[in-house]
């Protein structure tokens, strides 16, 4: 009986132990081939033995985010009470005073309204408040390893690795989202490479702790992607009931002319503004029949940067009510 009992604990224990040493084993394996890659791309030993030791292991509350399906979608209103609320507002209006002189000057170098700096500032951290507390290298190896988009994360990795190696930032100090968003700008590795700026001219593009570096870099990522200095990026409007619901999307792009001809008109019943020769679109981010916004080619341009009509929006109007 003893021996059929300590069968069965023994059996147990495997059950238990047996899938996450296997986990871990090929977890190890993995490691030891991306460290062979990161060498090959350049990446120092000593960058190397830092931020990827033997003993890294997986972030195991990172692949529950990664792998959760949203309970509850919020409507666009629930989402800009979340985002773009008063105290959002007054946060942004007292932030923008604080820095408009290098505002100013970042936003005249770049070609880009400052309003809309400090308004991305503001949806992406809170104004550099919250920029997540996660380690980007060992959450950007969990997602690599155990997500759904491995080998895009994995180049996210490496690139991760470059900027430490580079010597933007050590790696004890490399904190971003669970997703591997980092600093300020909540940039990518990728995005780093393509956007981050040193405009203090430090040697280092430090977007966790340098104003300037943020700010440029922010207006860097809006001026590559076509930003147009002075332009609006859309205002809210109404529609007229018979309004045809297949003319909704950034891909219809039409002339304000055409629009008007539309029955689209401001909320107070008047005519839309003909504020140049634009091309501009008709949104309603939760669908017909909710809050419709006309908007032009700066609207496009924050989607560049995030792909949700949700999150430009929320830039668009928030940017508006910091310049009051």
């Known amino acids: 009986m003893f021996r059929a009992l300590f069968l069965a604990v023994f059996a147990a224990l495997i059950c238990i132990t047996g899938p996450a040493q296997a986990a871990q084993k090929g977890?190890?394996?993995?490691?030891?081939?991306?460290?062979?890659?990161?060498?090959?791309r350049g990446v120092s030993e000593k960058t190397i033995r830092i931020a990827l030791p033997d003993t890294l292991k997986p972030i195991e509350r990172v692949i529950q985010l990664d792998r959760k399906q949203p309970?509850?979608?919020?409507?666009f209103e629930e989402y800009l009470t979340s985002v773009v609320n008063d105290a959002r507002i007054?946060?942004?209006?007292?932030?923008?005073?604080?820095?408009k002189s290098l505002l100013y000057e970042v936003g005249a170098n770049y070609g880009v309204d400052p309003q809309y700096i400090v308004a991305l500032w503001g949806i992406e951290t809170n104004f550099g408040q919250n920029t997540g507390g996660y380690d980007v290298v060992t959450a950007l190896a969990t997602l690599a390893y155990d997500g759904r988009r491995g080998k895009?994360?994995?180049?996210?990795?490496?690139?991760?690795?470059?900027?430490?190696?580079?010597?933007?930032?050590?790696?004890?100090?490399?904190k971003g989202s669970w997703a591997g968003a980092m600093g300020q700008t909540q940039f990518m590795p990728s995005s780093f490479f393509n956007f981050a700026e040193d405009y203090n001219r430090d040697g280092r593009r430090d977007i966790w702790t340098q104003k300037e570096d943020v700010f440029a870099s922010a207006a860097n990522y809006l001026s590559k992607s076509g930003w147009k200095h002075g332009?609006?990026?859309?205002?809210?409007v109404d529609l007229p009931k018979n309004f045809d619901k297949s003319l909704l999307g950034t891909d219809s792009k039409h002339t304000l002319q055409f629009?008007?001809?539309?029955?689209?008109?401001l909320l107070n019943g008047r005519s839309v503004p003909f504020e140049g020769a634009y091309q501009a679109s008709v949104i309603q981010p939760d669908g017909p029949g909710t809050q419709a916004y006309i908007v032009y080619d700066n609207y496009c341009v924050i989607m560049k940067w995030n792909r949700s009509t949700y999150f430009a929006t929320a830039v668009g109007l928030l940017a508006d009510s910091i310049k009051g």
Do not use: S
């Open 259 to 265: 629009w008007h001809d539309k029955g689209v008109r």
């Open 27 to 40: 977890f190890d394996v993995w490691l030891k081939e991306l460290k062979t890659e990161a060498r090959g």
């Open 231 to 236: 332009e609006p990026w859309g205002r809210r």
């Open 152 to 174: 895009y994360f994995r180049d996210e990795l490496i690139k991760a690795l470059q900027i430490i190696d580079n010597g933007h930032i050590k790696h004890g100090d490399m």
């Open 90 to 99: 007054k946060k942004g209006r007292v932030r923008y005073g604080d820095h």
């Open 71 to 75: 309970e509850k979608t919020k409507t």
